[in-house]
């Protein structure tokens, strides 16, 4: 399972050091509230400044997201998922236009577009825009997914990445039915499961990465998953509970080893 954190705060990236990161509209909105980012938002925003007013809100959504990715991947391996603005999320043509805008952005800073997944809603056009786009080379991650169908059809659409929503998944049941469920029968949990094990009976190659988490417990039920997108008060919390495991492995690891002079004379 690759770790992944779910932050648009690049300290926690640069402490944590996972392989991915990913962040949405309100991630960055918690970011850019901080005051040590304004530097970075200054500079994003020099260029929105020159456009007409009515174009300036759209148009800085998108140059603070990439900014803040640009960023982030200084830090980490492996690839940022940028989400800008859901309002395009039942519209393909400006779905696509988005998409080509941030990658076209990412370009300009030196970033290649192998290192970037746009984040698209998993709605039946959000998933038609994913496909056209993955057939251009413009990575997808197919975002806020709550069911098996829209699984199945984002990897009929050959997108590279899902993002099923576990927590948010859980809230729907537990708001529903009253019930409390455990990670064994959380339905978020259950329902990354069948996706996972469909995908990989099927032989689809997109990949499953499990998201929104509430709790631990969840993210435990799913070691094994492709991916999993942690924020860092959950990867902090399981680094805690892994603590006292990992001192009981490291203690029993520690074999006695004859020192060097014994070894000679032998
Ligand atoms: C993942 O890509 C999302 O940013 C995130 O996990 C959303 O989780 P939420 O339900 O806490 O908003």
């Avoid at 456009?51 to 200084?74: D, H, N, R, T, Y």
């Avoid at 038609?128 to 997808?140: D, F, K, S, Y």
Wanted: hydrophobic share 45%; charged share 20%; aromatic share 6%.
């Amino acid at each position: 399972t690759t770790v992944v954190a779910d932050t648009g705060d690049i300290d926690s990236i640069i402490r944590l050091k996972p392989v991915d990161a990913t962040t949405n509209p309100s991630l960055i909105l918690k970011a850019a509230s901080t005051p040590q980012y304004a530097e970075l938002i200054d500079q994003a925003l020099a260029a929105v400044k020159q456009l007409p007013a009515s174009a300036q809100l759209p148009a800085a959504l998108e140059a603070v997201s990439v900014a803040f990715g640009a960023e982030i991947l200084k830090h980490i391996p492996g690839v940022i998922s940028t989400e800008v603005d859901a309002r395009y999320s039942f519209d393909i043509a400006a779905t696509l236009a988005q998409a080509r805008r941030v990658i076209a952005q990412y370009r300009a800073l030196g970033i290649s577009r192998d290192r970037v997944l746009v984040k698209i809603a998993s709605t039946w056009e959000g998933i038609c825009a994913a496909r056209l786009l993955e057939q251009e080379g413009i990575r997808c991650n197919l975002t806020l997914l709550f069911s098996f169908t829209q699984a199945q059809a984002a990897a009929e659409a050959k997108a590279t990445l899902i993002s099923p929503f576990v927590g948010r998944i859980l809230d729907w049941y537990a708001a529903k039915t009253g019930e409390t469920y455990t990670s064994e029968t959380d339905p978020g949990v259950c329902s990354v499961k069948a996706i996972y094990e469909y995908y990989k009976a099927v032989g689809h190659d997109t990949i499953v990465m499990g998201a929104s988490f509430r709790n631990t417990g969840e993210i435990r039920a799913l070691a094994g998953c492709d991916k999993l997108t942690i924020g860092p008060a959950l990867l902090d919390a399981l680094a805690k509970e892994s603590e006292p495991l990992t001192a009981q492995l490291t203690a029993e690891s520690i074999v006695p080893r004859p020192r060097l002079a014994e070894l000679t004379e032998a």
